[in-house]
Nanobody
């Protein structure tokens, strides 16, 4: 079973940037896809961005043009570059790995966008 460890969250002002990292304990190419989800207080966990083993990416409409998902296979890591952050981006961000119908999750990292 893979272990996913997120890092890079924190407090940032509106318009600022953060880069989240997700380090996997196994090769990321074992998985059909990996991605980032977020959950704000009182809300469900929702998709932010995904990247397939083939490199195709998908984004939630709310983050298109502002967020970029990428990966480094040598480091077994997936990243989320977040620019032009808005207060509504405030949430706990979770790394996800998906394989054969199973989902694996990290512990989450808090992102707070506030002045």
């Amino acid at each position: 079973q893979v272990q996913l460890v997120e890092s890079g969250g924190g407090l940032v002002q509106p318009g600022g940037s953060l880069r989240l990292s997700c380090a996997a304990s196994r090769s990321i190419f074992r998985y059909d896809g990996m991605g980032w989800y977020r959950q704000a207080p009182g809300n469900e966990r929702v998709l932010v961005a995904t990247i397939t083993s083939g490199g195709s990416t998908n984004y939630a409409d709310s983050v298109k043009g502002r967020f970029t998902i990428s990966r480094d296979s040598a480091k077994n890591s997936v990243y989320l570059q977040m620019n032009s952050l808005k207060p509504e981006d405030t949430a706990v961000y979770y790394c996800n790995a998906h394989r054969f119908g199973n989902d694996y999750w990290g512990q989450g990292t808090q992102v707070t966008v506030s002045s």
